[in-house]
C-alpha cells in the first residue's frame, strides 16, 4: 500500500498543513526541492480555491509508483456550489473571488497533469499528478 | 504566529520566521500600516528568507503593505526570496510589478538608506 494523506481543508490554517504534508511526501517521494516547492505552492493555490469558494473540503496526496516512474498525485475535493464555467475559470486573471485569477492555470503550469471536474450545486473535484524527472 | 518587527531609527524590519497563515499576513499588513505612522517611518525590509511558498494570497498581501506603506510615504524593498520560491511564482504567473526588491537584508538596508539620502526619489 503505498502512502496516502487525507487533509481536512476548513479554515486558512489548514492551507498551511496541506502544503507541509505535500513537500513532505513529495520529498520521500524523491522529488528535488525545486519540484517540491512546486508541489507545495500548487497544494496551496487548490486548498485556497476550497477555503474561498466552498468552506470545507479536503486534499487527498497519493504516491504514485507506475512500473518504476514515481510521482504524487493530489486530489482537492469540495461539496461546494461548483464552477458555472470551467474554460472561463482556466484562464489567467479570471477570477469571481476579487483574486489574482491565477489558481487554477497556474497551478495546471507547476503539475504535469491537471484534471478538473465540477458539477453546479454539488462540487468540485481537482485532480493533478506530478512525475519524479 | 506573529511577525517579530524590528524598528532601527526610520527603518522597520519584519522578519519572517515561518509559514504563515493569512491571518498572520494580514496582522502583519495592519501592524506595519500602524507603526509606519506612529513612529514616522521611512523605509521598510520585509525579509521573506524563512518562507518556502509563496501563493497568489501571500504575492497579494506582500504587494498590499507595500502600496500602503508607499500611500505613507515609507519604501518597502522585499529581500530574501528564496531560488526554488521565485521559479514557483514565475510558473504559476506571479509578479511583484513596482515593488524594490534585494538579495538579503543588507542590499535591501542599502537600497533604503540611499532612497532615504537622496530624497524623495525613493526606492522603488
Redo the contacts between chains.
Keep these: 500500500m503505498l502512502p496516502e494523506t487525507c487533509v481536512a481543508i476548513e479554515r486558512d490554517t489548514d492551507i498551511v498543513t496541506a502544503r507541509q504534508k505535500g513537500r513532505e511526501l513529495a520529498a520521500a517521494t524523491g522529488f528535488s526541492t525545486t519540484d517540491q516547492t512546486l508541489v507545495a505552492t500548487a497544494i496551496s493555490e487548490m486548498a485556497r480555491n476550497i477555503v474561498t469558494h466552498a468552506e470545507r473540503g479536503e486534499i487527498v496526496l497519493v504516491a504514485l509508483d507506475d512500473s518504476g516512474r514515481r510521482g504524487i498525485m493530489v486530489v482537492a475535493r469540495d461539496e461546494g456550489p461548483g464552477i458555472a464555467d470551467a474554460e472561463l475559470a482556466m484562464k489567467d486573471g479570471y477570477s469571481t473571488a476579487n483574486s489574482l485569477g491565477v489558481g487554477l492555470p497556474g497551478a495546471r503550469r507547476l503539475m504535469d497533469e491537471f484534471h478538473l471536474a465540477s458539477t453546479l450545486g454539488k462540487g468540485t473535484t481537482v485532480t493533478m499528478k506530478k512525475w519524479v524527472r | 504566529m506573529p511577525v517579530p518587527i524590528l524598528k532601527q531609527g526610520d527603518v522597520l524590519i519584519a522578519s519572517i520566521q515561518a ?5 498572520d499576513l494580514a496582522q502583519l499588513r495592519d501592524d506595519l500600516a500602524d507603526r509606519v505612522g506612529r513612529f514616522r517611518i521611512r523605509g521598510l525590509v520585509l525579509d521573506l528568507t524563512a518562507l ?6 501571500a ?2 498581501m506582500i504587494r498590499s503593505i507595500v502600496y500602503t506603506s508607499k500611500l505613507r510615504g515609507a519604501e518597502t524593498v522585499v529581500v530574501g526570496i528564496q ?3 521565485a ?3 514565475v ?4 509578479a511583484l510589478d513596482g515593488v524594490a526588491t534585494a538579495l538579503d537584508l543588507e542590499d535591501g538596508l542599502a537600497i533604503l538608506r540611499r532612497g532615504i539620502e537622496g530624497g524623495n526619489a525613493g526606492a522603488a
Design positions: 509559514a504563515l497563515s493569512d491571518k518556502d511558498v509563496l501563493d497568489s494570497f504575492t497579494r531560488p526554488d520560491v521559479f514557483a511564482m510558473q504559476l504567473g506571479l
